[in-house]
């Protein structure tokens, strides 16, 4: 009876200091809100803003419903740098939301979170922005117009616009920069300009 109660006692003692030290384990993981180096992109954070724009893209219904803002994605560096669990934590539009996760679950490995020296897993929140007319006018700034279109094309481009299509010059000019923005490597014999016109917007 006695060695029954002394076995009894040894195995109540172990559950106790098993359930203690997952306790002070969860406490510890806890208590890690502030890490001693955070996880990193490799790179830095010049390569992670080239690598979110672009892989960025807007879809057109998101464009023609002139959504801009940002979507912030929540996810885990684990610690071998792989990303995990990305999640969104504040949305914008479901066609965007959708593609800041899927831009977070293509990322490469990143630099993982350390703390007294060791890799951790470590949770990371990430904004990302979608603002189709400003990168319109950052992708403007570095646009060249070919040689083709700046002589040859737009002559016959203007020429062919208002006399085989009866539009006037400043439809024309309207179409003439969406074809130059649209179809820049291309030349106009090359172009449905009967199928553009009705399908697109120059606007």
């Keep these: 009876m006695k ?3 002394y076995i009894l006692i040894i195995l109540i003692i172990s559950i106790s200091v098993n359930a203690q030290n997952d306790t002070i384990k969860q406490i510890e993981e806890e208590l890690i809100l502030v ?3 955070m996880p990193e992109y490799v790179g830095g954070f010049d390569e992670l803003m080239k690598y979110i724009k672009s892989n960025a893209i807007y879809t057109e219904k998101a464009i023609n419903e002139k959504i801009a803002g940002r979507v912030f994605v ?4 684990e610690v071998d740098g792989v990303i995990t669990e990305p999640s969104i934590l504040q949305g914008l539009h479901p066609d965007l939301d959708s593609i ?3 831009i977070v679950k293509n990322m490469p490995k990143w630099i993982p979170a350390k703390q007294r ?3 951790i ?3 990371y929140n990430l904004p990302i922005e979608f603002n189709f007319y400003k990168n319109m006018i950052e992708n403007t700034q570095n646009f060249t117009i070919s040689k083709y279109w700046r002589k040859k094309g737009e002559k016959n481009f203007m020429k062919t616009c208002s006399r085989d299509f ?3 010059a400043s439809e024309c000019n309207c179409w003439f920069d969406y074809l130059v923005w649209n179809y820049n490597k291309k030349k106009l014999e090359e172009l449905n300009l009967n199928e553009i016109f009705k399908t697109k917007n120059c606007n």
Aim: glycine residues 4%; positive net charge; aromatic residues 10%.
């Design 3 to 5: 060695r029954q109660l």
């Design 166 to 168: 009866n539009k006037s």
């Design 35 to 37: 890490v001693e180096q």
């Design 100 to 102: 800041s996760l899927t």
């Design 121 to 123: 897993k470590c949770r």
């Design 74 to 77: 929540s996810f885990f560096v």
């Design 117 to 119: 020296g060791k890799p």
